[in-house]
């Protein structure tokens, strides 16, 4: 199945972590991004391979918005 | 007296009895009830990679402490003779037992018969549980595997009834307030099922196999118009990883059994006994170097608070309750030179650590189970605030952080602080001297205030910065201006924090905290009764 792996707060993202195809492992950082003044990880909530990145580094997202979406 | 005892004695034995023939029965009816829902019934439970519930029960007690009571409920069927047939088991197991020595009362739902539906169940016989529990004021352990009510009830009753179980309807939230209560949720819980599941201090599902609904996809569907099955509607990612109803998740029946058991290691038996203390071989001294580097200078890089955490308890002793829900703070039962004590930490890693709504409703529940039962709470401390945007106001988040904040506020049990960075605002707060004993530590690299300095700066020196030749040059002027005043050296000369501490001497200075929380828990012993907070 496809889990979404979303922004869990606003603000910006600063850094991409993983390509398309690359198998990740649970707790890994996908992307990084930037709020409240902090580097803030997006992390991979379950083992899987990036399918998708339906962001780009410096693209202010809301919270909720999908950043990487896994195949599990 | 074991399930094996009952079974064998029938055996071989030559009673010299007038009541030889009822003895027979005895032990031909006990037989039955061990069969449960037959061959094929267990058969299939194990195909799909379940336990029966009585594997369950012995999993989860000591071996051979199960007491079963109530073994001989069923719906019997007599020959034209009256000579009994067969009883077909009721589908609730209930009975005593002991998990690492203390005692437990403990109901299971047998799916093996008609999937554990209430067509089949006695209900009085989990009511019974309940307040056999309250009675001897030991804890109760859930093993919820039901399908919920049926439709043929109906026509088996004749009529309808109101919803409900009379007294012991009454009597299950002062249980809450008692004993501690356990729930697995080990299959599809629907309606009561999944009542009995919330119903508790800590309550853990097994993926992919439990679902926990107010009611499932049969009846979603046609109510609603939602067609969706059962997995998305109440699986471990919609109930364990979001919405909180479930507090943990299990791999396996053998992890969830694991998880309650190890949750109850450390909660006493009842609300007028202090946690148990066990064995330690972690030194009280232990000085781990690492704390020294943990948090990084810079303050944009976050860390792994789950390793500070780690390298302070006692080793291997941390248990994790709801880790994905709330996740910016973390809720663990631990231990600190043997002694039992609850562990709040925000964590960095998740929304920078603020308190969002769902961390509020995470905290207060924790900070309520710890009171309930007196479980000394250590607090490391990196709040950067209250969650804002427009998501977060929607969320009613303000109310709830005060309601979080208010549950800290009303603790009656020992509270140890340790700031380990931030602590800012109404959040910041929330984590003042309240619990007796609370000899606040902070280490170097803490800091707090009513408002972080950059965006104070902005605020108050919005038109001087924007008037200056250069507003950037102008805005870091002062932002390093006033962060001299953020040193916790400068709090600690006004005595606005107790100690500085060097992160190494943490556990150390624990561990001597512990041993005073627990000469004075004896004093709150009992039950807790609070005010309506918000």
Redesign the interface.
């Known amino acids: 199945m496809i889990v979404q792996v979303s922004a869990d707060l606003t603000g910006t993202v600063w850094k991409i972590m993983v390509n398309i195809g690359d198998q990740v492992a649970e707790g890994d950082a996908l992307a990084i991004m930037e709020s409240m003044k902090m580097e803030i990880p997006v992390m991979a909530p379950e083992a899987g391979e990036v399918v998708e990145i339906p962001v780009q580094e410096g693209d202010v997202v809301q919270e909720g918005t999908p950043v990487v979406r896994l195949k599990v | 007296m074991s399930d094996n005892d009952t079974g064998s004695v029938s055996q071989g034995s030559q009673l010299n009895s007038e009541w030889e023939a009822e003895l027979a029965e005895l032990h031909q009816r006990n037989r039955m009830a061990e069969a449960m829902g037959g061959s094929e019934g267990i058969e299939r439970q194990h195909q799909l990679g379940r336990l029966t519930v009585r594997e369950r029960i012995a999993q989860l007690l000591d071996h051979d402490s199960f007491h079963e009571v109530g073994k001989l409920t069923g719906k019997a069927t007599y020959d034209e003779a009256g000579h009994l047939v067969e009883v077909v088991p009721t589908n609730i197991i209930i009975g005593k037992g002991r998990v690492d020595h203390r005692k437990v009362v403990v109901h299971g739902d047998d799916f093996t018969i008609r999937g554990g539906s209430s067509e089949s169940t006695i209900s009085d016989k989990w009511l019974f549980a309940e307040r056999l529990a309250c009675d001897l004021s030991v804890p109760l352990v859930r093993l919820v595997d039901a399908s919920g009510g049926s439709i043929r009830l109906l026509e088996m009753n004749q009529a309808t009834k109101i919803p409900g179980y009379g007294y012991a309807q009454g009597r299950r939230p002062d249980l809450l307030g008692m004993v501690p209560v356990v729930s697995i949720a080990m299959g599809p819980c629907a309606g009561l099922a999944a009542v009995q599941v919330v119903a508790s201090h800590f309550s853990v599902m097994v993926k992919e196999t439990a679902q926990v609904f107010a009611a499932g996809p049969h009846v979603v569907a046609p109510g609603i118009g939602e067609h969706i099955d059962k997995e998305d509607l109440g699986g471990f990612r919609v109930h364990a990883?979001g919405s909180g109803v479930v507090d943990n998740e299990a791999e396996s029946e053998s992890d969830a059994l694991k998880q309650a058991r190890r949750f109850l290691q450390f909660l006493p038996s009842n609300v007028y006994q202090s946690p148990p203390r066990r064995p330690c071989s972690d030194s009280v001294d232990r000085r781990d170097e690492r704390l020294a580097s943990s948090v990084p200078h810079d303050?944009?890089?976050?860390y792994r608070m789950r390793d500070i955490l780690a390298a302070v308890f006692d080793q291997d002793s941390l248990f994790e309750i709801g880790r994905?829900q709330g996740a910016s703070t973390i809720t663990m039962l631990g231990r600190l030179n043997g002694y039992s004590v609850a562990v709040m930490a925000n964590d960095?890693?998740?929304?920078?650590g603020?308190m969002t709504a769902g961390a509020a409703e995470k905290i207060t529940r924790f900070v309520d189970l710890c009171d309930t039962f007196h479980l000394p709470v250590v607090n490391f401390v990196d709040q950067?605030g209250v969650?804002i945007?427009k998501?977060a106001e929607e969320r009613g988040t303000i109310r709830k952080a005060v309601r979080a904040a208010y549950a800290i506020s009303q603790v009656r049990v020992p509270w140890s602080t340790v700031f380990v960075r931030r602590s800012f605002g109404v959040a910041g707060a929330a984590y003042g001297p309240f619990g007796p004993a609370n000899i606040r530590y902070a280490w170097p690299s803490a800091y707090w205030g009513s408002i972080?300095i950059?965006g104070g700066v902005e605020a108050a020196y919005r038109r001087d910065i924007a008037s200056a030749p250069d507003p950037k040059a102008r805005r870091d002027e002062l932002v390093a201006y006033y962060s001299r005043f953020e040193s916790p050296f400068r709090t600690a000369e006004r005595f606005g924090i107790e100690e500085v501490i060097d992160p190494r001497d943490t556990r150390g200075l624990l561990c001597e905290w512990v041993e005073e929380a627990y000469d004075i828990i004896p004093q709150n012993l009992g039950p807790r009764c609070r005010t309506m907070r918000m």
């Open positions: 990883r303050r944009r890089k976050p994905y960095p890693l998740v929304r920078g603020a950067p969650d945007g998501v972080p950059a």
